[in-house]
């Protein structure tokens, strides 16, 4: 994989889908591109493979904004992404602001994003996504892989996942039924 020094080493990318609201792992893979870019498709995929259906929001880090992954995700499968807007190279343009060469999915991401609804939501990404990868770091003390070969790198991956979203599941099992008094109703409104 090339690295931040232009140099090339044997190194993987990990990609992990987490569902928000329990932050169970949905979707696993593993590359040796040092860009997220093209991942983004091949990500949704598997998390509607995965889970029969796709969610409604799509958080996603800034490494994966891909303008066509956007169009796809927006258009083709009607999932609204929520990610960064680049800062744009005009220093005096308004970086949500759309620009009339702009596809109508891209100017409506570009707005979205601008919006305090949307910048709150964003805020969903780093407690889940980031918790799940900082837990692989410490809980399964993956700092490096000492195997070669993506499906082998996959393989970890995996056995990341599959104790995450055990742990999870056994929580969610176990866990207490607050009593009636205490269940309060959400609007989503």
């Known amino acids: 994989m090339k690295m931040a020094d232009d140099g090339f080493r ?3 990318n990990w990609e992990f889908v987490v569902d928000t609201a329990r932050r169970v792992i949905t979707g696993v893979e ?4 040092g860009s997220d870019r ?10 509607q493979q995965r889970c029969g259906r796709l969610p409604h929001d799509w958080l996603m880090d800034g490494g994966f904004v891909n303008l066509s992954a956007i169009e796809v995700a927006e258009v083709e499968r009607r999932v609204r992404i929520l990610a960064p807007v680049p800062e744009p190279k005009d220093e ?4 949500y602001a759309p620009l009339p060469s702009d ?7 570009c707005q979205r994003m601008g919006t305090d609804e949307a910048q709150e939501t964003y805020k969903l990404r780093a407690a889940t996504v980031e918790c ?3 837990q692989a770091r410490t809980r399964h003390r993956v700092y490096q892989v000492r195997v070669r070969g993506r499906a082998k790198v996959r393989c970890m ?6 104790p995450h979203n055990l742990l999870i599941w056994i929580r969610d099992v ?5 009593p009636a008094s205490l269940v309060q109703p959400v609007s989503l409104a």
């Open 10 to 12: 044997p190194a993987y």
């Open 30 to 33: 593993v590359v040796n591109s």
């Open 38 to 47: 093209a991942q983004t498709v091949p990500m949704l995929e598997q998390d």
């Open 92 to 95: 005096t343009r308004d970086r």
């Open 103 to 109: 596809s109508p999915a891209m100017a409506a991401w």
């Open 132 to 134: 799940v990868n900082a």
């Open 157 to 162: 991956a995996l056995w990341v996942t599959i």
């Open 174 to 178: 176990h866990a207490p039924t607050p």
